[in-house]
């Protein structure tokens, strides 16, 4: 089955303490992103990545890391967590050209960090 | 600034009575237009899409949505509701001036919630 799965779906852990939530797709999709849901916010995008090796800052990266050293995999990475990166994070895949091609998105990983 | 805008939080409809969830945009050049949906406790999941051509665009379990540019909306319709369509609706752009960045700006998202 086609999907882009995300882990951990629940966290709760302190401020300082970092932490990494893995994104792995089975689709062999060039292009992944992250994004946090906040309410009344829609999504943003955090990061995104082209291709291995090739990532690039979305819209809120402050605070943020990614790394792309194989197809399947885009973790993200929050080196020293604070309050106000307590959020719903997806993490999405397409295929090349996302230029027009629909994400796919994994279920999403809810974090807070206290 | 590009942008996406849901005018409505939450959207109320009888079952089998028609539905309409709006959406309109403001980028520079042409859109790209996408509509999700997301279930609860799961990712956003693809509806449909505008490239260009036809302006009536029909996508998956029933939803349609018609691409107005001279009033740049996007509005995600179905002629007749479920119970089960009750979800989180969210409409998303990318200029195609973008490229293949695969960037998305969305709305903040709509409530249609179907009654029975």
């Known amino acids: 089955e086609a999907q882009v799965t995300q882990n951990p779906r629940y966290l709760i852990t302190v401020t300082g303490k970092k932490l990494t939530v893995t994104c792995s797709q089975n689709?062999?999709?060039?292009?992944m992103s992250w994004y946090r849901q906040d309410p009344g916010l829609g999504l943003r995008q955090i990061y995104y990545s082209m291709n291995v090796e090739v990532t690039d800052k979305g819209d809120v990266p402050e605070g943020y890391k990614v790394s792309r050293k194989e197809k399947r995999n885009f973790p993200l990475i929050l080196e020293s967590p604070s309050p106000n990166q307590t959020s719903l994070y997806f993490c999405?895949?397409?295929?090349?050209?996302?230029?027009?091609?629909?994400?796919?998105f994994g279920d999403g990983t809810r974090l807070s960090i206290l | 600034a590009q942008s996406v805008a849901q005018p409505e939080d939450q959207v109320n409809v009888a079952e089998g009575n028609p539905l309409t969830v709006k959406c309109t945009y403001s980028?520079?050049?042409?859109?790209?237009l996408f509509w999700y949906v997301q279930y609860p406790n799961r990712g956003l999941q693809f509806l449909l899409k505008?490239?260009?051509?036809?302006?009536l665009v029909k996508g998956s379990y029933g939803f349609e949505a018609e691409f107005n540019k001279s009033q740049t909306s996007f509005h995600l319709k179905k002629p007749s509701a479920l119970v089960s369509d009750s979800a989180l609706y969210f409409c998303a752009v990318r200029p195609a001036k973008w490229g293949n960045t695969g960037k998305l700006i969305f709305g903040q998202g709509t409530t249609l919630q179907v009654k029975p």
């Open positions: 999405a895949s397409s295929s090349g050209g996302a230029r027009n091609q629909p994400q796919h």
């Open positions: 505008y490239i260009t051509g036809d302006n």
């Open positions: 689709m062999n999709h060039e292009y």
């Open positions: 980028v520079s050049g042409n859109p790209y």
